[in-house]
């Protein structure tokens, strides 16, 4: 028997007029699959539709492994008629194509792995660029011809977006967040239950919130937010494809970032940056004593990941001041109710 795998996924995707995968939509992925399963799954080819022949056959040894459940999804995939992919994860290596990657983009937002949970060195490299659209995916060189296809129908071809992501709600809506806007959360982020993301916050591919969070800022990719937090309308994190170098940004809980401000080293718990303050890992910064009084200045990189910390610009010098948050950021319950 195979010993048991990383992650498995049965999905329905979309190909360009070449045969080629734009992206596939797995309903229910698995983390650690049985040995069995990953036995029934051993030499399927990941980046290759399956044949009907291929999906008969594999519903039977799924029944015979134990796993009706993935097998009656297997029956209604097949009778799609559209390109069904098996994907089947030995390790948790890189990505090496369409199908492998959206399947680890699909683990993030069902909560099944948390962000830098997961390996997804190279993923920029493997997804196409696609015209996200409300006829599905379209191949960017395709669009043209699909849009005249409408117009010659007396309809409109509705583009949503340009991108290598699609939004995550047209995949996987997990239990218990709100989203006001949501083209701003891509697939593969994380939002743990009680997340509420208003109209300007944005959420990228791994990267999220453990919940519950007012986010009404940009969680850039990697960036990961502790329960409780708040991000102020505006604010941003630096994210580790965004100049965060080999510094992983995240939020502790119970932390405050005010509207404008923004991070670019993690902070610890119960922490608080004051509205319009961008720290980077390069600003100076003022220590202050309990009695307000200045006693030593450190860059801020120094101040990583220490816990009841004010981030605060002096008014009449200019200075950034750091000094200790004696204040719990307790968020309102009745904003963050969910039922």
Same mark, same amino acid.
């Given at each position: 028997?195979?010993?048991?795998?990383?992650?498995?996924?049965?999905?329905?995707?979309?190909?360009?007029?070449?045969?080629?995968?734009?992206?596939?939509?797995?309903?229910?992925?698995?983390?650690?699959?049985?040995?069995?399963?990953?036995?029934?799954?051993?030499?399927?080819?990941?980046?290759?539709?399956?044949?009907?022949?291929?999906?008969?056959?594999?519903?039977?040894?799924?029944?015979?492994?134990?796993?009706?459940?993935?097998?009656?999804?297997?029956?209604?995939?097949?009778?799609?008629?559209?390109?069904?992919?098996?994907?089947?994860?030995?390790?948790?290596?890189?990505?090496?194509?369409?199908?492998?990657?959206?399947?680890?983009?699909?683990?993030?937002?069902?909560?099944?792995?948390?962000?830098? *949970? !997961?390996?997804?060195? $190279?993923?920029?490299? %493997?997804?196409?660029?696609?015209?996200?659209?409300?006829? @599905? /995916?379209? +191949?960017?060189?395709?669009?043209?011809?699909?849009?005249?296809?409408?117009?010659?129908?007396?309809?409109?071809?509705?583009?949503?977006?340009?991108?290598?992501?699609?939004?995550?709600?047209?995949?996987?809506?997990?239990?218990?967040?709100?989203?006001?806007?949501?083209?701003?959360?891509?697939?593969?982020?994380?939002?743990?239950?009680?997340?509420?993301?208003?109209?300007?916050?944005?959420?990228?591919?791994?990267?999220?919130?453990?919940?519950?969070?007012?986010?009404?800022?940009?969680?850039?990719?990697?960036?990961?937010?502790?329960?409780?937090?708040?991000?102020?309308?505006?604010?941003?994190?630096? *994210? !580790?494809?965004?100049? $965060?170098?080999?510094? %992983?940004?995240?939020?502790?809980?119970?932390?405050?970032? @005010? /509207?404008? +401000?923004?991070?670019?080293?993690?902070?610890?718990?119960?922490?608080?940056?004051?509205?319009?303050?961008?720290?980077?890992?390069?600003?100076?910064?003022?220590?202050?004593?309990?009695?307000?009084?200045?006693?030593?200045?450190?860059?801020?990189?120094?101040?990583?990941?220490?816990?009841?910390?004010?981030?605060?610009?002096?008014?009449?010098?200019?200075?950034?001041?750091?000094?200790?948050?004696?204040?719990?950021?307790?968020?309102?319950?009745?904003?963050?109710?969910?039922?």
């Amino acid at each position: 028997m195979t010993d048991s795998a990383f992650a498995f996924g049965l999905g329905i995707g979309t190909h360009n007029s070449a045969g080629e995968w734009l992206e596939v939509y797995f309903p229910r992925p698995l983390l650690s699959p049985s040995s069995a399963l990953a036995e029934v799954m051993k030499g399927v080819d990941s980046d290759t539709a399956l044949s009907l022949e291929q999906m008969s056959g594999l519903r039977e040894s799924l029944v015979a492994a134990g796993e009706p459940e993935q097998a009656a999804l297997l029956g209604r995939l097949q009778d799609s008629g559209r390109p069904v992919a098996g994907v089947l994860l030995a390790e948790d290596t890189a990505p090496a194509n369409v199908p492998q990657g959206y399947l680890k983009l699909h683990l993030l937002s069902h909560r099944l792995v948390p962000p830098h *949970g !997961t390996n997804l060195d $190279g993923l920029f490299g %493997v997804l196409p660029n696609v015209a996200w659209t409300n006829e @599905g /995916a379209i +191949a960017i060189d395709e669009l043209a011809e699909r849009q005249l296809s409408a117009r010659l129908r007396g309809e409109i071809l509705e583009v949503s977006c340009i991108d290598k992501f699609p939004k995550m709600t047209n995949y996987v809506v997990p239990g218990g967040v709100r989203i006001a806007h949501t083209a701003r959360v891509r697939l593969g982020a994380y939002l743990g239950e009680g997340t509420t993301i208003m109209h300007e916050g944005f959420v990228n591919f791994n990267a999220g919130t453990d919940g519950p969070g007012m986010i009404e800022g940009r969680i850039s990719a990697g960036v990961r937010v502790g329960s409780g937090s708040d991000l102020g309308g505006g604010c941003s994190t630096i *994210g !580790t494809l965004s100049g $965060g170098g080999d510094i %992983v940004i995240s939020v502790g809980r119970e932390c405050l970032i @005010g /509207a404008n +401000a923004g991070i670019g080293i993690p902070l610890g718990d119960r922490c608080t940056v004051e509205a319009g303050l961008f720290v980077t890992a390069g600003t100076k910064v003022t220590l202050l004593d309990a009695g307000g009084k200045a006693t030593d200045t450190v860059k801020a990189r120094d101040l990583m990941g220490k816990s009841d910390l004010l981030f605060r610009r002096n008014s009449s010098t200019g200075a950034v001041e750091c000094l200790t948050n004696r204040s719990a950021i307790e968020l309102n319950e009745e904003l963050h109710a969910h039922n």
